[in-house]
């Protein structure tokens, strides 16, 4: 008998320790409890609950599972009353932040191209690169956030948001929480030594994710008590870097990986997006991304809603 | 006359040669048909080891392989599957479908199969291949509905169901109320409880359906109808106890103390050790005004159960 036809079977056979599906299978007293609890803790008014904040990590295209992650929440009903996002996390999180339903977002990653970032990746882009020592300009992602939602601030979003930035200049973390959105955004979200720096409050600025992967602290300075993180973090096993590029931008993956680690365990509750084989800026993949969000949200969600109830009883369940 | 055995000859002969060329082709299966019509009827009568044994035969005395027939193997699959053979029956329809890729009936099988086990991924690319071949399979259809919703894509199941409901109106009611789940997860009450009473309008009896109508009105705070729901169930299956619990908590939240109270006793008397049921009296207790009596209440469950969901909830309200 061949193997391709054993092992699915074989799999099956360890899986059917595991409980089988059924089309409505009968709730646990724990599954009862929890739908009871949280349906009185998400129709309690802000006011007379913890403040749940939302930490989104850089990552590139990965980041898109950020929009996965963001739509099982919502069904969900867990509040985010507080969002700060890096690089990808900032895109993501502002456009959330500005009152975009989960399902603009996904039209948003069908629809968003390099020519939407940037008008230098053509020809003209690599003579002036090549000749003129110059990097292409991020300006475009201005005009793409601009059609998405208008010339808007950050005082004008729905719910409180920032975004980090670097000043390369000085190497100084450049925290955005006000003023135009765009801008902000855009520096959070401007590799280095991929776009040129953004000129922007007497500042040079490049992607937050240097200083700042994952913004747990950022959150929590905009008033946040319970934070959740979405992180999704370096795939260093799909691919080895062959080229100047490829280790440069492992260098940073590796650096990145350090400051999620490091700034996860400040976090409540973490939900790790394992998104493989996709590079920083392979576009064509960011649905994809976004689907493992999906599915690792919803796995976790129950446990997510368990804690966070338990942070919260004493305002469910007043004595 | 004459001109009547002029045609009877040729049409014999045509009917030989190409009876002939069938056989020899391997278009026709090699063992006795009689093999298949009596596993047949000992499948239909229950006698599934016997049908197994037959079925066996007939396959594998076959010795050419693309001349056993899908339809066998989808039968000995099945017995296996009555048996509670699940990855045996698994091992026959992959067998099978290396020999028939494209039949959709045994590929909706296996499909299926992997859905009830939990192994929603290699079901989902089962089901695709089966709507390759025929994008309106129903079975299909429905099937990729469920997986979605299990893995809590629950935008993309509906897109499923709709197509379902597009193509049979009438579909099985349980089709109607994975729908009507669907609008529930992503908590839009109004659209589940529309649809769960049109699955009650078909299988006015089924306690699975009649839950999902209570939590959609208990979700539109029609807390006396949600009740009503669950109290029509409860007659129908006055075994389950999750229809108990459900019950106790939202008496609870009513206001209705006693009531709460009479149906702990009664979950109980079915399940002596419930932490949910006496977690429930304590939480009565309290809000009739006894805080001691329910600490004490909450203790006995810390002290059986700790590391549940309700334990851990009953720990924290004990401190």
Known sequence: MKISRCLPALLLGLCLVAQAKEPFPQKTEDDILREFLWQQFISLPQQQRPTVGLALSAGGVRGFAHVGTLEVLDNAGVPIDRLAGTSMGSVVGSLYAAGLPTEKLWEVGQHITMDKISADINL????????GKKLPSSANLVNFFHEQLGDMHFEDLKIPFACPAMDIKTGERVEFTSGPLAIAVRASMNLPGVFEPVQYRHRALVDGAVVDYLPVELVRSLGADYIIASVTPPDFFSKTPTSVAGYINRVGDVRGAAMIEESAQKANFVLVNRVLDTGTLELSKLEDAGEVGVVQAHTHLKELQEDLLLFSLPYVLKP | MCSNRNYILPLLLTGLLSGCSAGFLGLAPAGDRRDYTEARDLYANGHYEAAIHQLTQYIYKTQNVKRREARAYRL?????????????????????????????????????????????????????????????????????????????????????????????????????????????????????????????????????????????????GHFDRA?????????????????????????????????????????????????????????????????????????????????????????????
């Open chain 2, 76 to 220: 000995l699959g099945k017995s296996y599957e009555q048996l509670n053979y699940p990855d045996k029956a698994l091992e026959i329809y992959l067998e099978a479908l290396e020999f028939h890729p494209k039949d959709v009936p045994l590929l909706t099988e296996a499909a299926h199969l992997y859905q009830q086990t939990g192994l929603t991924n290699r079901s989902i690319e089962l089901y695709e291949k089966v709507l390759a071949l025929e994008e309106n399979n129903t079975d299909a259809l429905a099937g990729q509905a469920f997986n979605y919703m299990t893995m809590g894509f629950d935008s993309k199941a509906r897109r499923f169901y709709d197509r379902l409901f597009e193509l049979e109106p009438n579909a099985p009611a349980q089709h109607r109320a994975g729908y009507a789940q669907s609008f529930l997860n992503q908590r839009k009450y109004r659209l589940a409880f529309s649809n769960i009473s049109l699955a009650l309008e078909k299988e006015p009896d089924n306690p699975d359906f009649l839950l999902i109508s209570a939590q959609s009105c208990h979700g539109l």
């Open chain 2, 227 to 319: 009740l009503q729901q669950l109290q029509a169930a409860r007659e129908i299956a006055p075994e389950r106890t999750d229809l108990m619990a459900y019950q106790a908590l939202w008496l609870h939240e009513k206001g209705e103390y006693k009531a709460s109270d009479t149906v702990t006793r009664e979950l109980l008397a079915l399940q002596p050790d419930s932490s949910l049921a006496i977690f429930i009296q304590g939480l009565n207790q309290q809000a009739s005004g006894q805080p001691r009596t329910a600490q004490k209440t909450w203790k006995r469950i810390t002290q059986q159960d700790s590391t549940s969901f309700t334990g851990r909830v009953a720990a924290s309200l004990t401190h």
């Open chain 1, 124 to 131: 003209i882009g690599a003579l002036r690169f090549l000749f």
